[in-house]
């Protein structure tokens, strides 16, 4: 028996540290997924105006904040009992597009690829680990190229959604109401534009990439397939009447299946608080407990009708029907491929719909009282935000990323989380260079947000304070 321990794993938002003990054959029979840090903005957000939140919860992560902004209007505007206008709808796909395409680009050029190429012999490819190089170096050169490349694209992913979302990555122009910017023609135009660039470069680059990926390490279809349960909470809406281009659902043991938010409960028996464990979102509350015994991470443990659930693309397009390959480290990068050539064919018809001069906000006002759910998918998978309004302000609010269900600890029943699922069983080829669990935590593209270390002069750490959560 021996211990591994990966801390922190880099080429990831925040801070996440994995912990396997190994066998005398090398695999891995027990693993932990730790998130050191502490998200405290449920408890901000108490007694604010309800707007607020969906400024404030974009910080959460800087990754995904459109989707915080969206998942946190959803919430208020369920809260007011108000549907934004299909003009309204049809911006905010546009400009979470744009941010999942940046995502998408990221999680597969920039933080994963890098696991299976050899990047140039200098910062900040080095040092790393040079365990199972397979590609030629002809491939291999293409691929780094094209890593570069990407860097490019996502740039103008993000300049795209900026043109309705006012700036990216965070937003200022999505808020309860709808979407506040007035397209121009012009605005459509640019639009069109940098659409027509991104959409070369995923046909022609990023699907031949993904796949050459896929054929050469193969083997890679059979590891860190963890529980295959998958969830998905819907996204992208296509009209006013709950029409999604990624509907919900749920897969368990290969079946399709339907999604219900009252079946999510949030357990912290391992996890650093002293919150009444096993309750549903809308009832929840956060309540630290640094040090508990027992606990091993910040992150708390969601679970389905008590069951551990995968989320991200592999989750959204396996409900959809675009992918239903496996469950896996390559199927999780070929499920993000597929998704995200199917959004650009999309966006490029929700583009043509928007309508020049019109706007897409109603200004709803503030919701005296009333409690809400919005739910939607960042990149990586189902976000959740729960609020209630007393008095004008916001009362209770919670927030559930989907970080938190792929990484979350054991429940209290036991079960880990879908990360340390997919890592027990495992064999690791060199225990200097355990790539094989890189391979595994990157393919889920965790976020865990970032913190601040205060330094002397001499290097010394004097305090330490979290200025990021765990996002997703």
Not at 305 to 322: C, F, H, I, K, M
Request: proline share 5%; charged share 15%.
């Amino acid at each position: 028996m021996s211990t591994l321990v990966l801390d922190p794993i880099t080429r990831l938002e925040g801070h996440l540290k994995i912990n396997v003990t190994l066998d005398s054959n090398n695999n891995v029979t027990v693993a932990q997924a730790s998130g050191g840090l502490y998200r405290d903005f449920e408890n901000m957000l108490l007694n604010r105006v309800p707007k607020d939140a969906a400024f404030l919860t974009q910080r959460i992560c800087g990754l995904c904040p459109v989707s915080h902004a969206i998942a946190s209007s959803k919430a208020i505007e369920q809260a007011a009992g108000f549907t934004p206008t299909l003009q309204g709808l049809l911006l905010r796909d546009l400009i979470q597009g744009s941010n999942y395409i940046a995502d998408n680009l990221l999680h597969f050029y920039h933080l994963s690829l890098m696991d299976y190429v050899q990047g140039p012999q200098m910062s900040p490819w080095t040092p790393g680990y040079s365990q199972d190089y397979r590609f030629s170096s002809t491939d291999n050169q293409n691929l780094v190229n094209n890593y570069i490349t990407a860097l490019s694209i996502r740039r103008q992913a993000h300049e795209m959604g900026a043109i309705f979302g006012g700036k990216l990555p965070h937003v200022a122009n999505v808020v309860p109401g709808g979407v506040t910017a007035i397209p121009s023609s012009t605005d459509i135009s640019n639009f069109k534009n940098y659409l027509n660039t991104i959409t070369s470069f995923i046909t022609n680059t990023y699907q031949a990439d993904a796949n050459k990926l896929a054929s050469t390490y193969g083997d890679y279809y059979s590891v860190g397939v963890g529980y295959g349960n998958l969830i998905a909470y819907g996204v992208f809406d296509t009209d006013t009447n709950g029409g999604k281009l990624f509907p919900a659902g749920t897969v368990t043991n290969g079946t399709v299946g339907s999604f219900s938010q009252t079946n999510i409960k949030e357990y912290v028996g391992y996890s650093w608080y002293s919150s009444p464990s096993g309750v549903n979102p809308a009832s929840e509350t956060t309540t630290p407990s640094y040090g508990k015994s027992g606990a091993y991470t910040w992150l708390k443990a969601p679970r389905y009708n008590g069951q551990p659930y995968e989320a991200g693309s592999l989750a959204r397009t396996w409900v959809s029907g675009d992918y239903r390959h496996g469950v896996s480290v390559m199927d999780r990068h070929m499920a993000k491929y597929t998704e995200t050539a199917k959004l650009v064919s999309n966006m490029s018809t929700w583009i043509n719909q928007v309508v020049t001069g019109t706007s897409g906000y109603v200004n709803l006002g503030t919701p005296t009282s009333g409690s809400g759910i919005g739910l939607t998918e960042a990149s990586r998978g189902a976000l959740g935000h729960w609020v209630s309004v007393s008095n004008s302000t916001v009362s209770k609010y919670q927030i559930v990323t989907p970080t938190c269900w792929n990484a979350s600890p054991a429940d209290d029943s036991g079960n880990v989380g879908p990360i340390e699922q997919a890592l027990i069983g495992t064999h690791v080829a060199d225990t200097t260079q355990p790539v094989e669990l890189l391979r595994i935590a990157h393919s889920f593209d965790p976020c865990t947000g970032c913190s601040v270390h205060v330094m002397s002069p001499e290097g010394v750490e004097m305090s330490k304070f979290i200025v990021q959560p765990l996002g997703v």
